[in-house]
């Protein structure tokens, strides 16, 4: 199965080891939206969207490679890494995983993680989260990566 991950991780290099460690799973590619090629996401049999979280939001790279993406029928998966934790009402990945249905993709899950923060008040003590992800965040990266790679869905 070919996998690429398309992961934008621009402040403490949380989301690319959670991308990593997915990859390392899937036996995929990890590229920055920047170095995402069109015909190589189009020839792959599932795509990974992730990036931090930035006011509440996933990174505005990462929605512009989404939307550069042509329509048709494909798999895909989205994930975050975030300071704060996720609220069930108004998920992060939720934006884009609209997007990409819209797109014609079938979305087979999303995934997101507490990580290291130094948004702007969280700089005055140093940060928030700072020894994550952890080893427990990043178990549980591999479960959702084994769940796509089995076809079993991510979600448990």
């Known amino acids: 199965m070919k996998t690429v ?3 934008a ?9 959670v991308a990593d460690t997915m990859a390392r799973v899937l ?29 509440g939001r996933l990174h505005p790279s990462l929605t512009a490679a989404v939307e550069a993406l042509p329509a048709g029928p494909g798999r895909a998966f989205v994930f975050a890494t975030s300071g704060l ?3 069930s009402l108004a998920p992060f ?7 990409l249905e819209a797109k014609g993709f079938g ?5 997101s993680c507490r ?24 178990a549980a990266t591999r479960a959702f990566a ?7 869905g991510a979600r448990p």
């Open 27 to 55: 036996g995929a590619k990890v590229v920055t939206p920047e170095q995402a090629d069109p015909e190589e996401l189009a020839g792959a049999d599932l795509l990974g969207f992730g990036s931090g979280v930035f006011y």
């Open 5 to 7: 991950i398309v992961c």
């Open 85 to 87: 934790p996720e609220l």
């Open 115 to 138: 990580a290291f923060d130094t948004w702007a008040p969280f700089k005055l003590v140093g940060g928030i989260n700072k020894q994550r992800p952890n080893p427990g965040d990043l």
């Open 146 to 152: 084994e769940r796509l790679r089995d076809g079993a």
């Open 93 to 99: 990945t939720r934006p884009l995983v609209r997007l």
């Open 9 to 17: 991780s621009v402040s403490h290099g949380n989301t690319r080891r």
């Open 107 to 111: 979305v087979d899950g999303s995934f």
